[in-house]
Nanobody
Framework: QAQLVESGGASVQPGNSLTLSCTSR????????IGWFRQAPGKEREGVSC????????YYGNGVKGRFTISRDNAKGTVLLQMNSLEPGDTAVYFC?????????????????WGKGTLVNVSS
């Protein structure tokens, strides 16, 4: 499967917002479940959010529910992750991926095609 590409990472202060984007030049994301994952130093890669291909159902990790929103912009061929009320604990490299199921747990082991990641740093 084609590699995915993330963008939008930045350094921001707590309480700020960022929107990450995921895209692929080689296939249409609209037809695939897309997951967002993150990995902080010394920690396992964890599932952040996922949007299903079949019915568009969205899923969120416990630590981000209510703050993050995943959506599709099919006109632009992207999947977005809107992140609000960012906390220092959100600091991580964020990856988008496909090839796995969205239902909990959103497991990185189930996904087969990955981007290289984009860094989000939340600090004062």
């Amino acid at each position: 499967q084609a590699q995915l590409v993330e963008s939008g990472g930045a350094s921001v202060q707590p309480g700020n917002s960022l929107t990450l984007s995921c895209t692929s030049r080689d296939f249409t994301l609209e037809y695939y479940a897309i997951g967002w994952f993150r990995q902080a130093p010394g920690k396992e890669r964890e599932g952040v959010s996922c949007i299903a291909a079949s019915d568009g159902t969205t899923y969120y990790g416990n630590g981000v529910k209510g703050r993050f929103t995943i959506s599709r912009d099919n006109a632009k061929g992207t999947v977005l992750l809107q992140m609000n009320s960012l906390e220092p604990g959100d600091t991580a490299v964020y990856f988008c991926a496909t090839g796995g199921p969205c239902w909990p747990p959103i497991s990185s082991r189930e996904f087969t095609s990955w981007g290289k990641g984009t860094l989000v740093n939340v600090s004062s």
